[in-house]
C-alpha cells in the first residue's frame, strides 16, 4: 500500500533562512511524485513534480530513490511562502488513480 | 474556464441531518475525485467518478456515505445522518483531459472545498 510521510506538522524559519520541508513515501512500484500548496484562503494548488525537474518560486525537490524521499528545498524563505504544503505520491503504471497525500507540514516564514 | 467549483463552502447540520456537497469540474471534464480532509490530517481519497459511473469507491466509508455524477449536473457527495466526526473539509478535483497530459499522469486540479460542520 501506500504511503506518505511527513513529520513536521509545522516548520517556522525566519525570513531568508532555508527551508527544507521533508517527505518520505513507501511505495513498491515506480512512484510518481508532487508536492502541493495551500495558501491562507485559497485552494490546494500543484507547486511541482518529480518528473519536470523543475523549480517553481525558488522551491526545488529531489527525488531520492535510495532513501525513498522527496524532501522540498528552498535556500532563502521569503515570507510569502508561509502555507500549508502537502506532499502527494501516485503510481504511473495503472492509468489514472487517486493521489495519497501526506498530513501536510505548515511552512510559516517570520519577519 | 471557471475551474472546479464547489458549494457550498460552508455548511453547518446538526446530528441525524443530512448533508449535500457539490462539485462541477472543469469545463468539459467528466471526471471528479473527491477527498476529505480532517482537521488536523491530511487529504484522505473517498472516491473517483466518471459520469454515472463509480470508478473506484475504496476510500468511500461503508455506511451513511455515497458519491454520484450524473449525465447532467455536478457530482455530489451525500452524507446521511451526519455524526459530528463528518466535520471535516470536502474537496472536489478534476484529473487532466485525455490528450492534455503533460509529464506526469495524475495532476489534479482542486476546487476551494467545502466545510461541513456537524452541531
Known amino acids: 500500500a501506500q504511503r506518505v510521510t511527513q513529520p513536521e506538522k509545522l516548520l517556522s524559519v525566519f525570513k531568508g533562512a532555508p527551508v527544507e520541508l521533508k517527505c518520505n513515501y513507501s511505495y513498491s512500484g515506480s512512484p510518481e511524485l508532487f508536492w502541493y500548496v495551500q495558501y491562507s484562503r485559497q485552494r490546494l494548488q500543484l507547486l511541482l513534480r518529480?518528473?519536470s525537474r523543475e523549480s517553481i518560486k525558488g522551491f526545488t525537490a529531489d527525488l531520492n530513490k535510495g532513501e525513498t524521499s522527496f524532501h522540498l528545498k528552498k535556500p532563502f524563505a521569503q515570507e510569502e511562502d508561509s502555507a500549508m504544503y502537502y506532499c502527494?505520491?501516485?503510481?504511473?503504471?495503472?492509468?489514472?488513480?487517486?493521489?495519497?497525500f501526506g498530513s501536510g507540514t505548515r511552512l510559516q516564514v517570520q519577519p | 474556464n471557471a475551474g472546479v467549483m464547489q458549494n457550498p463552502r460552508h455548511l453547518v447540520r446538526r446530528r441525524g441531518q443530512e448533508a449535500r456537497l457539490r462539485c462541477s469540474p472543469m469545463?468539459?471534464?467528466?471526471?471528479v475525485y473527491w477527498y476529505r480532509q480532517l482537521p488536523e490530517e491530511g487529504l484522505k481519497f473517498m472516491v473517483y467518478l466518471q459520469k454515472e459511473n463509480i470508478i473506484d469507491e475504496s476510500g468511500m466509508p461503508k455506511e451513511r456515505f455515497s458519491a454520484e455524477f450524473p449525465k447532467e449536473g455536478p457530482s455530489i457527495l451525500r452524507i446521511q445522518q451526519v455524526v459530528r466526526g463528518d466535520s471535516a473539509a470536502y474537496f472536489c478535483a478534476s484529473p487532466p483531459l485525455p490528450g492534455h497530459i503533460s509529464s506526469g499522469a495524475n495532476v489534479l486540479t482542486f476546487g476551494a472545498g467545502s466545510r461541513l460542520t456537524v452541531l
Open positions: 469545463k468539459g471534464h467528466s471526471h
Open positions: 518529480h518528473i
Open positions: 502527494a505520491l501516485s503510481h504511473m503504471d495503472t492509468g489514472r488513480r487517486a493521489l495519497t
